[in-house]
Nanobody, 124 residues
């Protein structure tokens, strides 16, 4: 059974950096978009970043553009999120996700695969 497993979360001061990683197992995600969502306490889950299978297309939420960078290594079945210039409002549980449809991915509705999440806490 396919699984997504996140790692790399933790506590960091505002202005600092963290790198999240997601390892996929159980299948290869050919032609799947893979990326990240986050959910802050008391808020809905929101899209953060996504990358196409071939790496040509990349999408970011406006709130993280210029600060976060998504990368993908299909040979290792991994997707990563480099987060720089972190702000307290970036505090959330970050989830890895995968789906072959960009629309499903951006709408976060009916996603094929979700990871269990990793907590990122940014202190002021």
């Amino acid at each position: 059974q396919a699984q997504l497993l996140e790692s790399g979360g933790g506590l960091v001061q505002a202005g600092g950096s963290l790198r999240l990683s997601c390892v996929a197992s159980g299948r290869t995600f050919t032609n799947y978009y893979m990326g990240w969502f986050r959910q802050a306490p008391g808020k809905a889950r929101e899209f953060v970043a996504a990358k196409s299978w071939n790496g040509i297309s990349t999408y970011y939420a406006d709130s993280v553009k210029g600060r976060f960078t998504i990368s993908r290594d299909n040979a290792k079945n991994t997707v990563s999120l480099q987060m720089n210039s972190l702000k307290p409002e970036d505090t959330a549980v970050y989830y890895c996700a995968a789906d072959p449809s960009l629309k499903v991915f951006l709408d976060a509705a009916g996603m094929d695969y979700w990871g269990k999440g990793t907590l990122v806490t940014v202190s002021s």
